[in-house]
Structure formats: structure tokens, C-alpha cells
């Protein structure tokens, strides 16, 4: 007798599993985004003061972006032409009424030598 009620049961337990594939489940999670970012500047912001023309300057002070949050954030930057000025593409594009500005996303104070081509800055965003 326990030999026929054991089997019964066996019986039904593979046909309860396999009644249940294919099945599916849906696993829900909301997690928690803090979304904080923080900009220091000097007072009285990045101010280059007066520079002679036609010169290469590097500004010693700097702006701090600090990601608070427990989340990965991409920056971005972009310039503005003032007045009459233009905005030069490349290190070395110096022409008449024009600026070249160039930005680091750095730890530190660059040098003159850590900036190329693609740290000029545009009216364009770039990371």
C-alpha cells in the first residue's frame, strides 16, 4: 500500500511541475535615485582679468562639480561668444576678434601642455 500511495503522489507531483512550464513572473523594483550635484566657483567667478592678446593663459583657479547623489552623471560644457567676438575650433585658431577657450574636467591645475583640439570649447555641448 505505501508502495502504490508513493507512486500516486510522485505522479502528481511531475505533473504539477510540469503543468507549470512554461510559466512566467514579474519582479518589480523601485529603487532610490538621490540626484545632487553641487558647483563651487570662486567668488566673483573665473575671472581672467586683464590678458594681452594674441597669448596663451592658464587660469589657476578653477570651478568644483561634485556629484552628491548615488548616481553616474555626465557632464557637459559649451561656451558663448561675447559681442563682436567669435569663439575659435581649434588651440591655434587665432584669428581677428576671436577667442579659443579651453576646459579641462580635471583633479588638479592643468598645464599648458595637457590641452589639445578637443578640450576647445564651442556653442556645442561636449562631455
Do not use: C, H
Not at 10 to 21: E, I, T, W
Not at 83 to 108: E, M, P
Amino acid at each position: 500500500m505505501k508502495k502504490t500511495i508513493l507512486a500516486i503522489l510522485l505522479a502528481l507531483l511531475v505533473g504539477y511541475m510540469y503543468a507549470a512550464n512554461p510559466d512566467s513572473f514579474e519582479v518589480s523594483v523601485t529603487p532610490v535615485v538621490n540626484y545632487s550635484v553641487q558647483i563651487s566657483t570662486p567668488a566673483g567667478g573665473l575671472d581672467f582679468g586683464a590678458r594681452e592678446l594674441n597669448n596663451v593663459y592658464v587660469l589657476t583657479t578653477s570651478a568644483t562639480i561634485r556629484n552628491n547623489g548615488n548616481v553616474r552623471a555626465d557632464w557637459t560644457v559649451k561656451a558663448t561668444a561675447l559681442n563682436t567676438w567669435s569663439l575659435g575650433s581649434t588651440l591655434t585658431d587665432n584669428g581677428l576678434d576671436k577667442a579659443v577657450l579651453a576646459a579641462l574636467l580635471n583633479s588638479g591645475v592643468p598645464s599648458v601642455s595637457d590641452y589639445t583640439d578637443s578640450d576647445v570649447l564651442t556653442t556645442t555641448e561636449k562631455d
